[in-house]
């Protein structure tokens, strides 16, 4: 069973997207009345049409998660326009580990996919309130950019977006490195088509990409729950696919102590395995400016 805590937009949508896939049954819970369980009924209701066989069940009471083999952290406050993500940094933070104390207390063997921001922040949060090894928790936000950036460059391209292999690492935020080295179109590198001002203005575009639709409809609900199910599969389903997603370091990329978005294998256990890239100074540059609004915005937390 897949647990999902907080049945907001996003949180709904995961849910819809994880449904639709006939992964497994799904636990919603959140705090405001009713929310939840009227999220549950709708996705019945779609799930129906389309015979689909699982079970979506939605309530406030944490005790619905008991039993649950992975669990998606959604609770908190999302971005209004004109935020950043670390702009709800303090707000989250005690949201986030009472929602992981409850996971813990009715899922102690699940794995943890956080998807509230500041994500990389959020992470740490749940990794230390739950004191699960560094395995069992996982944050969502590479996978989320790399997307963007394959939108970006497919426009810019004008080729189809299934063409473009590419990857973004670093801190889901600001600072996010969108790695034009690992950037190939059916093999050809992306620095053989475009020029180093060129591949500026689409990491530049990448990075603005969430704001602009943030300032349009009030949050981004779709991408993310898309690939948010597809990280569920991958745990689930085993299928040791290898994504960017934010994983605790213990001295890979010469960091430790925060968790932060790098290559990783993804497994029924959680995180299999981390993969080290060799980066360029001015990539290396940018994964150590990320790394350091982290440990910034970390120290400055009490939960």
């Avoid at 939840?36 to 998660?65: C, K, Q, Y």
Wanted: proline share 3%.
């Amino acid at each position: 069973m897949i647990g999902i805590a907080g049945a907001g937009k996003i949180g709904a949508q995961s849910a819809l997207e994880i449904a639709s896939m006939g992964l497994d049954d799904i636990a919603l819970v959140d705090i405001v009345p009713g929310l939840a369980e009227g999220e549950a009924l709708d996705i019945s209701h779609r799930l129906s049409d389309a015979g689909i066989d699982v079970d979506v069940t939605g309530s406030e009471d944490f005790s619905m998660l008991k039993g649950a083999d992975l669990v998606i952290l959604a609770a908190g406050l999302g971005r209004k326009p004109g935020m950043t993500r670390m702009d709800l940094l303090s707000k989250n933070a005690g949201i986030i580990a009472s929602v992981t104390k409850e996971v813990v207390k009715y899922a102690p063997d699940s794995v943890l996919l956080m998807m509230t921001n500041p994500m990389d922040a959020m992470t740490y949060i749940s990794f230390k309130t739950s004191g699960f090894p560094r395995e069992r928790v996982v944050g969502q936000g590479g996978l989320l950019d790399n997307s963007r950036f394959k939108y970006v460059l497919a426009k810019k391209l004008g080729v189809s977006r299934g063409s473009i292999t590419s990857l973004v690492l670093g801190e889901h935020g600001e600072n996010m490195i969108p790695l034009a080295s690992h950037t190939y179109i059916s093999g050809v590198p992306l620095t053989s088509l475009l020029n180093e001002v060129e591949i500026q203005q689409a990491i530049d575009d990448t990075r603005k990409v969430a704001a602009d639709v943030i300032s349009k409809k009030g949050a981004t609900v779709f991408a993310p729950g898309r690939v948010v199910a597809r990280m569920a599969k991958a745990i689930i389903d085993d299928t040791k696919e290898v994504l960017p997603a934010s994983a605790y370091l213990e001295g890979e990329y010469g960091l430790s102590g925060i968790c932060i978005g790098v290559p990783l294998r993804l497994g029924k256990g959680g995180i299999e395995k981390i993969y080290e890239l060799k980066l360029s100074d001015k990539e290396r540059d940018w994964f150590n400016k990320g790394a350091d609004t982290l440990r910034e915005a970390i120290s400055s937390l009490t939960f």
